[in-house]
């Protein structure tokens, strides 16, 4: 049996380890993510880990080779351990949200820069800024979200962590959420091409965030941020 991502909502309930709800278990991935980014993981929420993986999948080798590193708990052993646990972690899905890695939000803070320089540019003097939704207490990473001036947002899911983690597909979830809460606050398409008057959606094109516009066959009208 595969475990399901984190963020996919699954009631699995663990039946073993010493982890008793699968609320628990996200939070023990998350000390374990942290710890091992670290380079310091703690041996029993490791052996904890390890054991929970193996009750499912006997023969995993990470989990085998992560159970016995964590119960030699060797400071010589440390690095290893560490990888393992990140490797053992990256392959069942776990995703890393805001608390894990601070610099995820970052990155997808500095896309929302440029699309309020895009708001600018298209005559909006307002600013939009980046929200994060409330943590509510389950064990998936909360996404971020696009709020207006005057407390818009978009109907959409908002802004996944994964996408800090990397700066094309910032700009476009930024900018693509940003849209759809500017577009409920001004009652109206944003950003417009100006050669057709057709409202522009964010996109990724020829490895850059750009404006698309589907106007003419289709073209780029500009970067992200730099309308
Ligand atoms: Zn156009």
Request: aromatic share 8%; charged share 20%; proline share 5%.
């Amino acid at each position: 049996m595969h475990r399901p991502g984190l963020h996919e909502g699954s009631s699995l309930v663990l039946h073993h380890g010493g982890v008793d709800d699968y609320a628990d278990f996200g939070r023990l991935c998350s000390a374990v993510y942290v710890a091992a980014r670290a380079g310091a993981v703690d041996c029993t929420a490791a052996f904890d880990l390890a054991a929970s993986w193996l009750e499912d999948d006997p023969q995993d080798p990470d989990a085998t080779e992560l159970a016995t590193l964590s119960l030699d708990c060797a400071r010589a052993g440390q690095p290893r351990m560490a990888e393992v646990a990140l490797r053992l972690l990256a392959a069942h899905d776990f995703r890393p949200g805001f608390a894990e890695e601070p610099g995820l939000l970052a990155r997808l803070e500095e896309a929302m820069d440029m699309v309020n320089r895009d708001l600018a540019a298209t005559g909006v003097h307002r600013r939009c800024r980046l929200r994060v939704h409330d943590d509510d207490g389950l064990n998936w990473p909360v996404n971020a979200y696009v709020e207006t001036w005057d407390g818009y947002r978009g109907t959409a899911q908002g802004v996944y962590p994964g996408s800090g983690a990397n700066p094309v597909w910032a700009l476009v979830d930024v900018a693509e959420d940003g849209q759809d809460a500017v577009m409920h606050s001004l009652w109206a398409a944003w950003p417009l091409c100006p050669v057709h008057g057709l409202g522009a959606h964010a996109r990724e094109h020829e490895g850059a965030a750009v404006w698309w516009c589907a106007g003419g066959g289709g073209h780029a009208v500009t970067p992200v941020g730099e309308w």
